[in-house]
């Protein structure tokens, strides 16, 4: 059951890896929530760069200091029942664009069809990690870019490693 007057969020996404953008929404939702629980989906039909278990290390350790996050897998299911599971009132997205809005609002949309107790709560990181998404990061990555201001420092280890594993 809910704790009386407790508020947990839910903050689902792939994390392949974690960036600045995703630490920086934490960060805000631990402020906000009395929990937050970050939620990896784990796609085993989808190719990642990182496994689940990378994956979810990376996020244990960048998410360390912050006493109220928790981190999760899951896989194949609907959000609305994702947030049941973990008691969660409220379902976390960030936005960077309006393209990220439009998409999320109708998402939001469907998700209160589903279940009208539920509510989705935007936020926006900081501006200079606003451009900030996994999939670009390994992209310029892969090409040489410095990312070093982009991720966190266990991450960005972990990608150079990645990256001469797979260019070797
Ligand atoms: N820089 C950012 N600013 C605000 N929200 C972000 C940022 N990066 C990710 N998010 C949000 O984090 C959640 C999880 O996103 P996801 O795992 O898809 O990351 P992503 O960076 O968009 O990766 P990908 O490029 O693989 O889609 C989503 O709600 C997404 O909007
Ligand atoms: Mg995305």
């Not at 990376?58 to 599971?85: C, K, M, P, W, Y």
């Amino acid at each position: 059951m809910k704790e009386v007057g407790m508020t947990t969020a839910i903050f689902p996404g792939t994390f392949d890896p974690a960036t600045n953008g995703h630490l920086d929404l934490i960060r805000r939702s631990a402020r906000i929530f009395d929990k937050v629980v970050v939620a990896i989906f784990d796609n085993p039909s989808k190719r990642q760069m990182f496994s689940l278990e990378e994956r979810l290390s990376l996020l244990q350790q960048i998410t360390e200091g912050l006493g109220n996050v928790d981190i999760v897998s899951f896989q194949r299911q609907l959000t609305v029942a994702l947030a049941r599971t973990y008691q969660a009132s409220v379902i976390v997205k960030g936005v960077r664009s309006v393209a990220d809005f439009e998409y999320e609002t109708q998402m939001a949309s469907m998700n209160r069809y589903m279940d009208d107790d539920i509510e989705t709560v935007y936020l926006t990181s900081r501006v200079e990690y606003s451009f900030v998404a996994s999939s670009l990061v390994k992209e310029v990555a892969s090409l040489g870019a410095d990312v070093s201001e982009l991720v966190p420092p266990v991450v960005f280890e972990a990608l150079h490693k990645k990256l001469q594993s797979t260019n070797a």
